[in-house]
């Protein structure tokens, strides 16, 4: 089994920051990419960033200059430093990992966490 735990969210003020993490476990062989998403009530599930194994980053346009994600391959986390947010920046960020078994990947969740931006 593989589980993802995220942790770091909550409610903070315009102009706020916040730090998420997400801890990986279980029979993690071969990790592709570990990265964030969000999904806003109403709205569809969006990348928000992600970091390959080569250590490749992504960054949706949305959020370049004001978040920054990291991993430690070691640990098998990842976490997202959130500055200058934003109130729509509120949401349900979800921890994804795509893990790679031979020629095939394979995506996982965390439950979400809550972020919340007031203004």
């Known amino acids: 089994q593989v589980q993802l735990v995220e942790s770091g969210g909550g409610l903070v003020q315009a102009g706020g920051s916040l730090r998420l993490s997400c801890a990986a476990s279980g029979s993690i062989f071969s990790i592709n990419t570990m990265g964030w998403y969000r999904q806003a009530p109403g709205k569809q599930r969006e990348l928000v960033a992600r970091i390959g194994s080569g250590g490749t980053l992504t960054y949706a346009d949305f959020v370049k200059g004001r978040f920054t994600i990291s991993r430690d391959n070691a640990k098998n986390t990842v976490a997202l430093q959130m500055n200058s947010l934003k109130p729509e920046d509120t949401a349900v960020y979800y921890c994804?990992?795509?893990?790679?078994?031979?020629?095939?990947?394979?995506?996982?969740w965390g439950q979400g966490t809550q972020v919340t931006v007031s203004s």
């Open positions: 994804n990992l795509n893990l790679l078994r031979l020629d095939k990947d394979y995506d996982y």
